[in-house]
């Protein structure tokens, strides 16, 4: 199985930040990771596929890169909506798995 | 609108079984992959399986975790998907999304790209 590490596992941050969430992975997966965010209560919501495409309706501060075994989320300046966990996927095979998640708070 | 709608979820004792559905609308349900994700109270997302499309057979897969224990399946002419949970146990209490599932251009792979608001399954006595 393709294991998943995110790091930081916990950020405090501030309205205007830059910020940066780190996924790497196993054993190289090319581009095939999507990022999700998920607020408390909430269902996750997709932000990021194929490691730095943008799904359509999210905002253009997100951004993601990366390919082979590191990735990153790049939130360019952090709004009040954007507090959340943020979690990796690897879509490369069988089972999907998910990094443990990076929760983005408040400073 | 895109919506996904689960139900079925509840308190079920250990050893027990239980069926969740999903309900699909406003697309085409029968093109789709399809997934089931939980998520046990204040831990992460956990992928539990995935049911394939008409055009690939409704093949299924599934994590290590529920293997021989959940049924994946699929009624296209009900836009419905479904989930058999069996031989329950305490640490299959989670919340239980449904997803759609869509192929990435050029690319292969399939994101998750449409999640239902999900459903509470407890496993206690």
């Known amino acids: 199985d393709i294991q998943l590490t995110q790091s930081p596992s916990f950020l405090s941050a501030s309205v205007g930040d830059r910020v940066t969430v780190t996924c790497r992975a196993s054993q190289d997966i090319s581009s095939y990771l999507a990022w999700y965010q998920q607020k408390p209560g909430k269902a996750p919501k997709v932000l990021i596929y194929?490691?730095?495409t943008l799904q359509s309706g999210v905002p253009s501060r997100f951004s993601g890169s990366g390919s082979g075994t590191e990735f990153t989320l790049t939130i360019s300046s952090l709004q009040p909506e954007d507090f959340a966990t943020y979690y990796c996927q690897q879509l490369k095979s069988y089972p999907l798995t998910f990094g443990p998640g990076t929760k983005v708070d408040i400073k | 609108e895109v919506q996904l709608v689960e139900s079925g979820g509840g308190l079920v004792q250990p050893g027990g079984s239980l069926r969740l559905s999903c309900a699909a609308s406003?697309?085409?349900?029968?093109?789709?992959?399809m997934d089931w994700v939980r998520q046990a109270p204040g831990k992460g997302l956990e992928w539990v399986g995935r049911?394939?499309?008409?055009?690939?057979?409704?093949?299924?897969?599934?994590a290590a975790s529920v293997k021989d224990r959940f049924t994946i399946s699929r009624d296209d002419s009900k836009n419905s998907l479904y989930l058999q949970m069996s031989s329950l146990k305490t640490e299959d209490t989670a919340v239980y999304y449904c997803a759609k599932s869509i192929r990435i251009f050029g690319v292969g792979g399939y994101y998750m790209d449409v999640w239902g608001k999900g459903t509470t399954v407890t496993v206690s006595s």
């Open positions: 049911s394939r499309n008409k055009a690939n057979s409704y093949t299924t897969e599934y």
């Open positions: 194929a490691a730095f």
């Open positions: 406003g697309f085409t349900f029968s093109d789709h992959y």
